[in-house]
């Protein structure tokens, strides 16, 4: 059996409430909660959350919320591993047995079913700790520049200045969607970057919202990407 594991503070401070903000007509968490009920992958679809009034829209959008997260797991410096293996354990306690956990982040409108199944058979056929999204760099990383006080730029790697960018190998970022991983991975703690397996996407589907500003740019492209489909 599998497990999804949405984690979902309720401290945002760049964009407040962000978990449960609507976006395109429901929770933004619901993105997440519906794509993974859809996907017919999991057994438990599950939030791991610090606020009661997450927990109960995450529940009437047909989460389970067995637990409330500890707040030390629930501050703004928490990294993701951590979270997702407590959310292991604690749900091992209760009894739930399963070989894998996928955690969803709950901002990310522009999941899709297809790509969880697609990841989740390439965790298994790459034997990597786990697997996730990614998709490549818009620009030669390479051919980065830093920007100097006094207002200059200079190239990070000076080797690369005069290189074709078609001659550069092409880098990948991730997502920040979702990450397949195998509960032995999330329990020991292996670094997702680092043990991974990536499943490459497009990067029009790969909006990063931190502010308001991404909010209102994600909202212009789905409501395009909307209209394009129907």
């Not at 297809?114 to 390479?142: C, H, M, N």
């Not at 005069?162 to 329990?187: H, M, N």
């Not at 589907?205 to 308001?212: A, C, G, M, N």
């Amino acid at each position: 059996m599998n497990v999804a594991i949405i984690p979902a503070r309720g401290g945002s401070k760049r964009i407040p409430r962000k978990n449960i903000k609507q976006f395109a007509g429901k929770p933004m968490i619901a993105h997440a909660i519906v794509a993974a009920l859809e996907s017919k992958l999991f057994g438990h679809v599950m939030v791991s959350t610090d606020d009661m009034e997450i927990a109960a829209i995450a529940r009437s959008w047909g989460a389970e919320v067995p637990f409330i997260r500890p707040a030390d797991l629930a501050d703004d410096h928490t990294p993701t591993v951590p979270v997702i293996a407590h959310a292991v354990h604690t749900c091992q306690e209760l009894g739930w047995s399963f070989d894998h956990a996928c955690c969803i982040y709950p901002g990310v409108p522009f999941i899709r079913v297809e790509d969880l199944k697609r990841a989740f058979v390439l965790l298994g056929s790459s034997g990597a700790a786990y697997s996730y999204p990614v998709t490549e760099f818009p620009s030669a990383i390479q051919r980065a520049l830093k920007h100097l006080p006094d207002g200059r730029v200079q190239p990070f790697q000076p080797q690369y200045e005069w290189t074709r960018t078609q001659d550069l190998e092409p880098a990948f970022c991730d997502a920040g969607q979702f990450y397949w991983g195998k509960v032995e991975s999330w329990i020991g703690g292996l670094g997702l970057q680092s043990h991974g397996s990536g499943l490459v996407i497009p990067q029009w589907r790969v909006v990063d919202i931190d502010t308001p500003e991404d909010w209102h740019r994600a909202e212009i492209l789905f409501s395009t990407i909307i209209n394009q489909e129907s």
